[in-house]
Structures are given as C-alpha cells and as structure tokens.
C-alpha cells in the first residue's frame, strides 16, 4: 500500500524560505510522477509543481522561478524547496504519487507566511 508522510511546514515572512520533503513508502518510488498541491482557505486545491519518473518539471506561474521541485535527495524522497514566500503561498500542501490511473496524497503540512 502506498503511503505518503510529508514535512517541513511551519511559519515564515514574507521573503523566507521552507523546504518540504515527501516520503514514498510501499512501492516503487522511481516509477511515478510526483507532485506539489495546495489549498489556501476557501480556495479549490491547485497544482504547485510536479516531476516526473524522467525528471521533467512543470510549475504553476505563480510559482515559477521561486520555487524547485526535485527528487532523490533523499531515497524516495520529493522535496519542494520554497524561496521569496509570498503571503498568498500560505496554504496547506500535499504531496501527490501518480503512475497510470491511481493518485495517492499525503496528509497535508501547512505552510503559513505572514509578517
């Protein structure tokens, strides 16, 4: 059974940085593709960024240049590295496993930037 434990939320101002980890367990880590989501207050969760089995990365706009999305710093690990935080980045976010049809997310850490 696939599981994902994330961490490395917390409080920051504005202009800090955060980095997020996410843990594969049960399966074969290297054969999907993982992702960064997030869900401010009555807001629909939105894609942050994501990395394929291959490497291939893809950010939201709103993100792009600030943040980095990579793989295998740790074994099974994605890591999410924050920089120049914005108020409008506090959410809670989610590590999400995609390989063929299933879709697996972790339990959510949140991310609060506020002065």
């Known amino acids: 059974q696939v599981q994902l434990v994330a961490s490395g939320g917390g409080l920051v101002q504005p202009g800090g940085s955060l980095r997020l980890s996410c843990a594969l367990s049960g399966s074969i880590f290297s054969t999907y593709t993982m992702g960064w989501y997030r869900q401010a207050p009555g807001k629909q969760r939105e894609l942050v960024a994501t990395i394929t089995s291959g490497g291939s990365t893809n950010y939201a706009n709103s993100v792009k240049g600030r943040f980095t999305i990579s793989r295998g710093d740790a074994p099974n690990t994605v890591t999410l590295q924050m920089n120049s935080l914005k108020l409008e980045d506090t959410a809670v976010y989610y590590c999400?496993?995609?390989?063929?049809?299933?879709?697996?997310w972790g339990q959510g850490t949140q991310v609060t930037v506020s002065s």
């Open positions: 999400n496993a995609q390989r063929l049809a299933r879709s697996y």
